[in-house]
């Protein structure tokens, strides 16, 4: 029984296809890796928040706005000065108008 030496070595084209199939799996992997990173960092942009310098500005200025009493402070020490030294008049014929402005209004409603 005779051997062929010259057969012993495998098919070239088989190895060839066998490269091929690795690099097409090397591939499709960098492919699926490059997808889920886009969809990953695609996610991660879509979750960013930011308030811009008008909305920091009017956030502070509601703030300050909510802690005021509305009250004029300065003016009401002014005026609790003023009665205690005796310097503070009252104007009798104002204060009577306003009383009856007051009085109208109340009771035409």
């Given amino acids: 029984m005779a051997i062929n030496i010259n057969n012993l070595q495998s098919n070239p084209q088989v190895k060839n296809d066998k490269v091929e199939q690795n690099v097409q799996r090397q591939q499709t992997t960098v492919q699926q890796n490059a997808t889920q990173q886009a969809a990953q ?40 000065q003023a009665i205690a030294e005796g310097k503070y008049k009252v104007n009798v014929e104002q204060l009577a108008r306003r009383i009856m402005q007051f009085e109208g209004d109340l009771f035409k409603k």
């Fill in 41 to 80: 960092q695609g996610a991660q942009r879509q979750d960013s928040v930011s308030i811009t310098p008008q909305a920091k500005q009017f956030t502070k200025l509601q703030e300050k706005a909510n802690a005021a009493s509305g009250i004029d402070q300065e003016k009401v020490d002014k005026i609790k």
